[in-house]
T-cell receptor
Framework: DSGVTQTPKHLITATGQRVTLRCSPR?????VYWYQQSLDQGLQFLIQ???????AKGNILERFSAQQFPDLHSELNLSSLELGDSALYFC?????????????FGPGTRLTVL | AQKVTQAQTEISVVEKEDVTLDCVYE???????LFWYKQPPSGELVFLIR??????QNEISGRYSWNFQKSTSSFNFTITASQVVDSAVYFC???????????FGQGTTLQVKP
């Protein structure tokens, strides 16, 4: 158990809908990262937050947005969903903001868009 | 461009065999970090090791060992006396020092047969 929690574990929805994925980092970790894992793209970095502020952005679509709240939990919002958004979405956390620290991953949320 | 290549898509071995997973990376940074993660069939990503670019010492942890060679931009992972429980997808990742994101390879699926 990495100490990172993600809810829900599974999500099935329809095209055009909007969903919110939730992540609670390990106790004491200030950085939260979101990754998408799909068969064709592999594991791709989406976005990073550090202590409430956006710190780095990857290949995140404009339909996707995220935020980190004062209690350090984070939410990833996916809107106008398309079939291609079906993937496993991971949240990870680390103590600091730089690449020097290992990231601990949550169990993931499997999103299926029908 | 920063990139991680895991040329072996799938490897199948019989229990007790030694197996090496290859990882080659590309970066122009002088300071960076390298990681290995394991993704068992249950789906979570488990952190295995982190090395920084200034430390080329090989590391051994039980049946696992890692060989970092800066001259060939490689960070290979060897499992000695493989076991069925080692069956998983293994990911090599590059962590630039100035950002938090991890750049993952495509992963190597290891199947250990009894």
């Amino acid at each position: 158990d990495s100490g990172v929690t993600q809810t829900p574990k599974h999500l099935i929805t329809a095209t055009g809908q909007r969903v919110t994925l939730r992540c609670s980092p390990r106790s004491g970790d200030l950085s939260v990262y979101w990754y998408q894992q799909s068969l064709d793209q592999g594991l791709q970095f989406l976005i990073q937050y550090y202590n409430g502020e956006e710190r780095a952005k990857g290949n995140i679509l404009e339909r996707f947005s995220a935020q980190q709240f004062p209690d350090l939990h984070s939410e990833l919002n996916l809107s106008s969903l398309e079939l291609g958004d079906s993937a496993l979405y991971f949240c990870a956390s680390s103590a600091w903001t730089g690449g020097i620290n290992e990231q601990f991953f949550g169990p993931g949320t499997r999103l299926t868009v029908l | 461009a920063q990139k991680v290549t895991q040329a072996q898509t799938e490897i199948s071995v019989v229990e007790k065999e030694d197996v090496t997973l290859d990882c080659v990376y590309e970066t122009r940074d002088t300071t960076y970090y390298l990681f290995w993660y394991k993704q068992p069939p249950s789906g979570e990503l488990v952190f295995l090791i982190r090395r920084n670019s200034f430390d080329e010492q090989n590391e051994i942890s039980g049946r696992y060992s890692w060989n970092f060679q800066k001259s060939t931009s490689s960070f290979n992972f060897t499992i000695t006396a493989s076991q069925v429980v080692d069956s998983a997808v293994y990911f090599c990742a590059l962590g630039p020092s100035n950002t938090g994101k991890l750049i993952f390879g495509q992963g190597t699926t290891l199947q250990v047969k009894p």
